[in-house]
C-alpha cells in the first residue's frame, strides 16, 4: 500500500488544480466556438454542468479555515455521516446556489448537486445566464449536457473461473465486495438478485431502494432491498426535466428495458440460476462474482440519458461506497464531459470502473467516449465457445445452421420477403402477398432484428429466417416473436434461391436437443404470441454447438486507433460479448417482447461487465491493489490468441487492447491473482493525460 506523505498530498493538490484548468481550456473554447457560430435564443434553455474551484469531497484536503480535510486515504471508503463530510457538502451545496443566484437563475433551475467525485451542478439555464457564470470567480468551466446511449450467461466456465483450483474453487465469488450498475435499472424480483439468507450484511449500511411508485405505474411493485440487492437509485431527474416519462415506463429504480438487469446479473448474478425462455429450459447461469452486493443506478431512459444525471449516479456511487462500476453506457468520441471527470476522481478513490467500448466496428478509431480515457478500463467483445443453435430444414432436405433461442416450428409454407413487397420485413412498410401461417425469409439491416420478427407476427406470419447481408458479420440470439434462426449470407442466399424455384416451398426450425426426460417439460402458452398452435415437437434443452475458432472479436465491437489521444490504445481488453444469457426485465420497450425474465444478447454492454466481475473477484483475493494494480494484472495476464471477425486475421491491439482477459485455470505464479508485477497509477499520472 503506498503512504501519502505531506510532499506527495501537496503535489495531489497541485495536479488537482492544474487537471482542472486545462481542462476548462479545452472545454471552454469549444463552448465559445458554438456560441459564436450557433447563437442561441434569449429564452432557449438546455442542461448545462458547472463545475466549480473547490476539491470535492474525496479529494478536499482542509485548506480552508473551519473545515476539515474530507480526503479519502487509499484503501478506504468515504464516511457519510463525518459531521466533517456534511459540513463540506452543506459548504459545496450553498456555492453552489450561490453561483446560481448571483446569474440570475431561480435555485429551483439547479438539477443535481455533486460534491463527491466532483464539485458542481447541473441547472436549466439561458445562454445569457450560462456567460453569466462563466465570469464567476470560482468557476473553472462550464459544458453543456451530452446524451449517452446503452451499449445495447455469463461465461464462468469459459474464461476457467470453474476450473480445478482457480477462483470459486479458491473460495474466490465476490464475497463482500459491492457492485455498482449504472445502467437502466434493475427488475429486482430477478432471482439472480435474490437474497437465500447466507449473504452478510453489506459494509455500505443502509442504502435507498425506489421501487413501488405504482401511481405513475400499477405494475411498479413495491420491494425491500435485501443484503444481495442492496440498494437501487432513480437518478433521472434532467431526463424527466426535459424528455418527461412515458405511461410505459417505471418511474423509480425497475427496468423497463432489461439492459440494467443483464448487465447487474452478468456481473454479480447468484450462482445456479435456472434460466428458461419462452418456458423452456436453457440453461443453469451464474454472475462473475456470484457473492458481491449489487447497487444499481437507474440514470438511462427509454431514449438514452444526460451526463449530468450520470454524473449525478457516480457521485452517488462513490458516497455510498462501491467497489466497482460497470458503466455500459457510451457515445461519440470527443472532450471529457461530466461523466468522464467525475471517474477521474471516482479511480483516483480506488473505485474500479468498466466500460464498454461500444458497439460502432468494426472500423478503426471507432471507441467513444468515455471508454477514449485511460482512467476507466474499456471492454471489447469477442465470442466464446459455446454457440446456441438453429436448424433449417427446407422440403428439398437441405439443412443450413444458425442461431437461436425460440421454439421450434413444425414444417411450415416459405415465402421470401422480398417476393411479398418488404423485404427488410420492416414493420412501417405492408407486406403485398399473404404471409400468414408461413415462415418469412428476411434479409438484415435498417431495421432491428427483433423488430422484423415483429413485423412478421403482425402480419400473420409463424416463423422468420433472417440472414445477414455478408458472411463475415455475427450471429445473434434475439428474444423474438416467432420462431426464428438468424443465419449467414450465403446460406440465405440458397434459401432464396430454393423459394424461388419451387413450387411449394417449406421448412422447419429445430432449435431443442432431443433428449430423454424432454417431457418433463410442459409447453408455456403466452397470451401475448395469439397464435393459438404449439410450435414445437420437443420441448427440451437448447441445441448447443461449439463455436469455431472462439474467441474471435465481433464485427460491432468498436476498435482504436484511440480518437481522442491516439498514444493511448484503447480497447484495454476483451471479453464474451456474444450470446450472452442473463437477465432481462419481463416489461421491456414497447416493441420488445414481453413476459421474459431472460436474453441471450450481445454488445460491448454485456463485454464490459464480465470485467466488472472479474475485479470484484480480484478484490476479494487483493484487497490491497488499486483499481489501477487490477487493470494492470488483467493486462499484462491476458492472451492474445484471438481472430478478428473475418476469423482469418489475427486481432490486433486497436481490435483487442491487450488481449482477452483471463482469469482461469489455477490461481497461481503467473495468473491474474500473481502476475509477479503491478503497475500502479493516479490522479498525477493521468494528469500527463490532459
Request: aromatic share 8%; charged share 20%; net charge negative.
Amino acid at each position: 500500500m503506498r503512504i501519502f506523505h505531506e510532499e506527495k498530498k501537496m503535489q495531489r493538490r497541485f495536479f488537482y488544480v492544474l487537471m482542472v484548468f486545462v481542462l476548462s481550456l479545452s472545454l471552454a473554447t469549444p463552448a465559445l466556438a458554438q456560441g459564436s457560430s450557433q447563437p442561441l435564443a434569449q429564452e432557449e434553455v438546455k442542461s448545462y454542468i458547472v463545475v466549480l474551484e473547490e476539491a470535492p469531497i474525496i479529494s478536499y484536503e482542509g485548506d480552508i479555515a473551519g473545515l476539515e480535510a474530507t480526503e479519502v486515504q487509499e484503501g478506504e471508503k468515504i464516511e457519510v455521516a463525518d459531521p466533517a463530510v456534511q459540513e463540506y457538502d452543506a459548504f459545496l451545496e450553498e456555492q453552489h446556489e450561490e453561483s446560481l443566484e448571483d446569474a440570475g437563475a431561480a435555485v429551483d433551475a439547479k438539477i443535481h448537486d455533486y460534491t463527491v467525485a466532483l464539485n458542481g451542478y447541473s441547472a436549466i439555464l439561458t445562454a445569457d445566464q450560462v456567460e453569466t457564470i462563466k465570469l464567476q470567480k470560482n468557476v473553472k468551466f462550464v459544458m453543456e449536457d451530452h446524451r449517452r446511449y446503452a451499449h445495447t450467461d455469463s461465461s464462468p466456465e469459459f474464461l476457467g473461473l470453474t476450473d480445478r483450483g482457480g477462483a470459486y474453487d479458491s473460495g474466490i465469488t465476490g464475497e463482500g465486495v459491492v457492485v455498482g450498475v449504472i445502467d437502466t435499472g434493475i427488475w429486482p424480483e430477478h432471482p439472480s438478485f435474490a437474497d437465500d439468507g447466507t449473504y452478510a450484511a453489506p459494509p455500505t449500511g443502509p442504502l435507498a431502494c425506489e421501487f413501488g411508485n405504482t401511481a405513475h405505474n400499477p405494475n411498479d411493485a413495491p420491494f425491500t432491498c435485501n443484503n444481495k440487492l442492496i440498494g437501487a437509485y432513480q437518478m433521472l431527474d434532467t431526463y424527466r426535466a426535459l424528455i418527461g416519462a412515458d405511461p410505459d415506463e417505471f418511474d423509480s429504480a425497475r427496468d423497463d428495458d432489461g439492459h440494467g438487469t443483464h448487465t447487474a446479473s452478468t456481473a454479480a448474478g447468484n450462482a445456479g440460476v435456472e434460466a428458461s425462455m419462452y418456458g423452456l429450459p436453457v440453461a443453469t447461469i451464474s454472475g462473475i462474482a456470484p457473492r458481491a452486493h449489487v447497487v444499481a443506478y437507474k440514470a438511462l431512459g427509454n431514449l438514452g440519458g444526460f451526463t449530468s444525471d450520470l454524473a449525478a449516479a457516480i457521485d452517488q456511487a462513490v458516497a455510498d461506497g462501491v467497489d466497482v462500476i460497470n458503466y455500459s453506457i457510451g457515445g461519440g468520441a470527443g472532450l471529457p464531459s461530466a461523466d468522464e471527470i467525475a471517474f477521474l476522481f471516482a479511480a483516483d478513490a480506488g473505485v474500479f470502473v468498466a466500460t464498454s467500448a461500444g458497439n460502432s466496428g468494426s472500423g478503426a478509431a471507432t471507441v467513444g467516449n468515455p471508454g477514449t480515457m485511460p482512467w476507466l478500463t474499456t471492454v471489447g467483445a469477442s465470442t466464446q465457445k459455446r454457440f446456441f443453435e438453429g436448424l433449417i430444414t427446407l422440403g428439398n432436405g437441405r439443412r443450413y445452421q444458425g442461431a437461436s433461442l425460440t421454439p421450434e416450428l413444425g414444417w411450415k409454407p416459405l415465402v421470401d420477403a422480398a417476393a411479398v413487397g418488404n423485404e427488410l420485413c420492416d414493420p412501417a412498410v405492408p407486406f403485398t402477398g399473404d404471409v400468414t401461417g408461413k415462415i418469412v425469409l428476411c434479409l438484415r439491416g435498417v431495421v432491428g432484428r427483433a423488430e422484423k420478427s415483429l413485423a412478421v407476427f403482425e402480419a400473420g406470419g409463424v416463423g422468420m429466417i433472417l440472414y445477414n447481408t455478408d458472411n463475415v458479420d455475427n450471429l445473434f440470439t434475439d428474444t423474438h416473436w416467432v420462431p426464428s434462426v438468424h443465419i449467414d449470407f450465403t446460406p440465405g442466399t440458397k434459401i432464396k434461391a430454393y423459394i424461388a424455384s419451387s413450387r411449394f416451398p417449406k421448412a422447419k426450425i429445430e432449435t431443442r436437443e432431443d433428449h430423454r426426460g424432454c417431457d418433463r417439460f410442459q409447453y408455456h402458452n403466452y397470451e401475448r404470441y395469439g397464435q393459438g398452435q404449439n410450435w414445437f415437437n420437443r420441448t427440451c434443452g437448447p441445441r448447443i454447438s461449439k463455436w469455431r475458432d472462439a474467441p474471435t472479436m465481433t464485427i460491432f465491437s468498436s476498435r482504436g486507433p484511440n480518437p481522442v489521444a491516439p498514444d493511448i490504445i484503447k480497447p484495454d481488453i476483451t471479453a464474451p460479448g456474444l450470446q450472452i444469457l442473463a437477465g432481462n426485465s419481463p416489461f421491456p420497450d414497447p416493441g420488445a417482447v414481453p413476459g421474459e425474465l431472460f436474453q441471450g444478447i450481445a454488445g460491448t454492454s454485456m463485454s464490459s461487465p464480465h470485467v466488472a466481475g472479474i475485479f470484484a473477484l480480484l478484490k476479494q483475493a487483493h484487497p490491497e491493489w488499486s483499481a489501477a494494480m487490477a487493470k494492470s494484472a488483467m493486462m499484462t495476464t491476458a492472451y492474445q490468441d484471438v481472430l478478428d471477425n473475418d476469423r482469418e486475421t489475427r486481432a490486433d491491439p486497436f481490435d483487442m487492447g491487450s488481449g482477452h482477459v483471463d482469469p482461469g485455470g489455477r490461481w497461481t505464479k503467473g495468473s491474474i491473482t500473481q502476475p509477479g508485477l503491478v503497475y500502479d497509477a493516479g490522479l498525477f499520472e493521468y494528469a500527463a493525460f490532459t
